[in-house]
């Protein structure tokens, strides 16, 4: 099945620190990528929708100047979080979609355990 | 807004026996629903899918059905695995992109 690769896995860093999460569809092009969010014990949560070769569209209440989307490539998209604190700690997960035919699923990465101290 | 929603938050049921996760939904606008499965520490997989022109789709052990104008969409594990054992999100879209989640309903199958 389509494999959508996720890096890093885990990131503690301080306060302050800016960071970087990779997206990649290893075997299939995706015009379209799309990052969550996940607290304990809740959903996820869309944040934006990343675009290849435009911007983003980011979901209301979301700071597109907080969380940087770059999506330069079909299978590349990077979220970065810039200048974190504490509170921008959460599980980060990307997902992905052919860019066939309208009714295929969105796959998964295995998500960012982003952790700010 | 939960234009999604997954009332009940556990299942537990015996293995070989039938697993029936129910999903409700408010958004008419939605087209495709999709079932996925997810453990601990890792991404959602992808399970199975329907879109709104059906109201049945099988795929081995799992069964989606829709009822439209219920507003509802239920899966069906048979028989049961302990390897089922994980949370099932539901998640519904309009257009294949804004796509919507439940809170997830844990799913434990006893051996």
């Known amino acids: 099945g389509a494999v959508v690769s996720q890096h890093p896995s885990r990131v503690i860093c301080k306060s302050g620190t800016s960071v970087k999460i990779e997206c990649r569809s290893l075997?299939?092009?995706?015009?379209?990528m799309f990052w969550y969010r996940q607290f304990p014990k809740q959903s996820l949560m869309l944040m934006a929708t990343s675009n290849e070769g435009s911007k983003a569209t980011y979901e209301q209440g979301v700071e597109k100047d907080k969380f940087l989307i770059n999506h330069a490539s079909l299978t590349l998209s990077t979220l970065t979080v810039t200048s974190a604190h504490p509170e921008d700690s959460s599980f980060y997960i990307c997902?992905?979609?052919?860019?066939?035919?309208?009714?295929?699923?969105?796959?998964f990465g295995d998500g960012t355990r982003l952790s700010i101290l | 807004d939960q234009q999604v929603k997954q009332n009940s938050p556990s299942l537990s049921v015996q293995e070989g026996r039938i697993s029936i996760l129910n999903c409700d939904y408010t958004n008419s606008m939605f087209d495709y629903f999709l079932w996925y499965k997810k453990y601990p520490a890792e991404g959602p997989t992808f399970l199975i899918s329907i879109s709104s022109i059906k109201d049945k789709n099988e795929d081995g052990r799992f069964t989606v059905f829709l009822n439209k104008s219920a507003k509802h969409l239920s899966l069906h594990i048979v028989p049961s695995q302990p390897g089922d054992s994980a949370v099932y999100f539901c998640?519904?879209?309009?257009?294949?992109?804004?796509?919507?989640f439940g809170a997830g309903t844990r799913l434990t199958v006893k051996p």
């Open positions: 998640a519904a879209t309009p257009n294949n992109n804004d796509m919507r």
């Open positions: 075997d299939f092009q995706a015009t379209t």
């Open positions: 997902s992905a979609r052919d860019r066939g035919a309208k009714y295929q699923p969105q796959h």
